[in-house]
Nanobody
Framework: QVQLVESGGGLVQPGGSLRLSCTASGITFSQYAMGWYRQAPGTRRELVAWIDSGGVTHIALSVKGRTTISRDNAKNTVYLQMNSLKSEDTAVYYC????????????????WGPGTQVSVSS
Protein backbone atom coordinates (compact mmCIF):
# COMPACT_ATOMS: atom_id res chain seq x y z
CA GLN A 1 0.00 0.00 0.00
CA VAL A 2 0.99 3.57 -0.58
CA GLN A 3 1.79 5.67 2.41
CA LEU A 4 3.03 9.22 2.80
CA VAL A 5 3.94 10.40 6.27
CA GLU A 6 4.74 14.00 7.13
CA SER A 7 6.79 15.05 10.10
CA GLY A 8 8.44 18.14 11.51
CA GLY A 9 5.44 20.30 12.18
CA GLY A 10 4.87 22.11 15.40
CA LEU A 11 4.76 25.49 17.05
CA VAL A 12 7.24 28.13 16.01
CA GLN A 13 7.53 31.83 16.72
CA PRO A 14 7.16 34.41 13.97
CA GLY A 15 10.46 34.81 12.19
CA GLY A 16 11.48 31.29 13.02
CA SER A 17 12.22 28.35 10.76
CA LEU A 18 10.90 24.88 10.29
CA ARG A 19 11.78 21.89 8.16
CA LEU A 20 9.07 19.46 7.21
CA SER A 21 9.76 15.98 5.94
CA CYS A 22 7.60 13.57 3.99
CA THR A 23 8.63 9.97 3.57
CA ALA A 24 6.87 7.80 1.01
CA SER A 25 6.49 4.08 0.69
CA GLY A 26 4.70 1.90 -1.82
CA ILE A 27 5.63 4.01 -4.83
CA THR A 28 8.64 4.35 -7.04
CA PHE A 29 9.50 7.62 -5.39
CA SER A 30 12.02 8.83 -7.94
CA GLN A 31 9.37 8.76 -10.67
CA TYR A 32 6.95 11.07 -8.87
CA ALA A 33 6.78 14.79 -8.71
CA MET A 34 6.25 15.77 -5.10
CA GLY A 35 4.44 18.73 -3.67
CA TRP A 36 3.72 20.43 -0.41
CA TYR A 37 0.28 21.93 0.06
CA ARG A 38 -1.31 23.65 2.98
CA GLN A 39 -4.78 24.39 4.22
CA ALA A 40 -5.78 26.82 6.91
CA PRO A 41 -9.25 26.77 8.47
CA GLY A 42 -11.83 28.29 6.17
CA THR A 43 -9.52 28.26 3.17
CA ARG A 44 -8.94 26.02 0.22
CA ARG A 45 -5.87 23.88 -0.04
CA GLU A 46 -3.08 25.72 -1.79
CA LEU A 47 0.22 24.73 -3.30
CA VAL A 48 3.28 25.80 -1.37
CA ALA A 49 6.08 24.17 -3.33
CA TRP A 50 6.59 21.46 -5.90
CA ILE A 51 9.52 19.49 -7.23
CA ASP A 52 9.56 17.16 -10.18
CA SER A 53 11.47 13.95 -10.60
CA GLY A 54 14.39 15.81 -12.13
CA GLY A 55 14.65 18.42 -9.40
CA VAL A 56 12.88 21.29 -11.12
CA THR A 57 11.04 23.31 -8.49
CA HIS A 58 8.16 25.70 -8.23
CA ILE A 59 7.57 27.87 -5.19
CA ALA A 60 4.37 29.75 -4.53
CA LEU A 61 4.72 33.52 -4.71
CA SER A 62 3.47 33.91 -1.16
CA VAL A 63 6.44 32.00 0.23
CA LYS A 64 9.07 32.53 -2.45
CA GLY A 65 12.38 33.76 -1.14
CA ARG A 66 12.02 32.08 2.22
CA THR A 67 11.05 28.56 1.19
CA THR A 68 13.00 25.71 -0.32
CA ILE A 69 11.83 22.31 -1.44
CA SER A 70 14.24 19.45 -1.92
CA ARG A 71 14.20 15.71 -2.24
CA ASP A 72 16.41 12.78 -1.38
CA ASN A 73 15.43 9.89 -3.59
CA ALA A 74 17.65 7.49 -1.68
CA LYS A 75 15.55 8.17 1.39
CA ASN A 76 12.20 8.43 -0.42
CA THR A 77 11.83 11.78 1.26
CA VAL A 78 10.88 15.29 0.24
CA TYR A 79 11.60 18.28 2.45
CA LEU A 80 10.13 21.72 2.89
CA GLN A 81 12.35 24.30 4.54
CA MET A 82 10.57 27.47 5.58
CA ASN A 83 12.26 30.48 7.09
CA SER A 84 11.00 33.82 8.32
CA LEU A 85 7.72 32.22 9.24
CA LYS A 86 4.64 34.37 9.56
CA SER A 87 1.36 33.86 11.33
CA GLU A 88 -0.31 33.43 7.95
CA ASP A 89 1.82 30.33 7.40
CA THR A 90 -0.23 28.59 10.06
CA ALA A 91 -1.94 25.64 8.41
CA VAL A 92 -1.98 21.91 8.06
CA TYR A 93 0.72 21.00 5.59
CA TYR A 94 0.18 18.04 3.30
CA CYS A 95 2.58 16.03 1.22
CA UNK A 96 1.48 15.00 -2.26
CA UNK A 97 2.83 12.48 -4.72
CA UNK A 98 1.65 13.58 -8.13
CA UNK A 99 0.17 11.02 -10.49
CA UNK A 100 2.26 10.40 -13.57
CA UNK A 101 0.78 11.94 -16.68
CA UNK A 102 0.60 10.88 -20.26
CA UNK A 103 -0.35 12.92 -23.30
CA UNK A 104 -4.07 12.38 -22.67
CA UNK A 105 -4.19 12.67 -18.91
CA UNK A 106 -3.10 11.12 -15.64
CA UNK A 107 -1.81 7.58 -15.66
CA UNK A 108 -2.46 6.92 -12.01
CA UNK A 109 -3.58 8.36 -8.72
CA UNK A 110 -2.32 11.19 -6.62
CA UNK A 111 -1.43 10.24 -3.07
CA TRP A 112 -1.65 12.38 0.04
CA GLY A 113 -0.24 12.25 3.50
CA PRO A 114 -2.43 12.87 6.55
CA GLY A 115 -0.89 16.28 7.17
CA THR A 116 1.17 17.92 9.85
CA GLN A 117 0.18 21.03 11.75
CA VAL A 118 2.36 24.12 11.55
CA SER A 119 1.45 26.87 13.96
CA VAL A 120 3.24 30.20 13.88
CA SER A 121 2.50 32.21 16.97
CA SER A 122 4.18 34.15 19.71
Amino acid sequence: QVQLVESGGGLVQPGGSLRLSCTASGITFSQYAMGWYRQAPGTRRELVAWIDSGGVTHIALSVKGRTTISRDNAKNTVYLQMNSLKSEDTAVYYCNAEAPRGPTGPLGSDYWGPGTQVSVSS
